[in-house]
Every structure is written in C-alpha cells, then in structure tokens.
C-alpha cells in the first residue's frame, strides 16, 4: 500500500511538472532593427470592397480615362475629376 502510495504521489508531481511546461508560453519574436513589424488595420488593407459598395457611372469611368491621358495624379487628378464630373451630369 505504501508502494502504491508513493508511486501515485510521484506521478502526481510528474504530471504537474510536465503540464506546467506544456501550457508554458513562448516568447515573442524579437523585432528586427531594419524593419520595424507594424500591422495594418484590415479596413486599409482592402480597398476593393469600398468599390463594390458603390458601382462606379459612366462618367466617373470616363473623367478617370481623361484623367490617364493628362497624366494625372494625387490632387490634381481629383480636382479634375470632380470638375469633370460636375460638367458630365445630366441636368
């Protein structure tokens, strides 16, 4: 009875032991000196469902056109779309 005693009592510490450094947590990564990890909101990271929620018109599709055969681009190109828009609606 002892035996058996000792035996449960060892298996029981064992067992502790062994969970203890199963559920035990790895450290992180460390970080890189020459790229510092940032993670980008999901929203910024997936521009083509503003897209799908509103269909682009035939005249956005067509001041966009213009708008590549100036060159444009950044704020001058949505100047002149939002000018070329405005003319384009039909009244």
């Known amino acids: 009875m002892i035996r058996f005693a000792s035996s449960l009592a060892t298996a029981a510490v064992a067992s502790f032991l062994l969970v203890g450094a199963a559920t035990a947590q790895t450290p992180a990564p460390a970080a890189t000196k020459t790229a510092p990890a940032k993670a980008a909101p999901a929203e910024k990271m997936a521009p083509a469902d503003k897209t799908a929620e ?28 939002s000018e070329c828009k405005k003319t384009t609606k039909p009244n």
């Open 54 to 81: 509103k269909p682009r018109t035939a005249a956005s599709l067509e001041c966009s056109k213009q708008a590549d055969a100036k060159g444009l681009h950044g704020t001058e190109r949505r100047k002149f779309r």
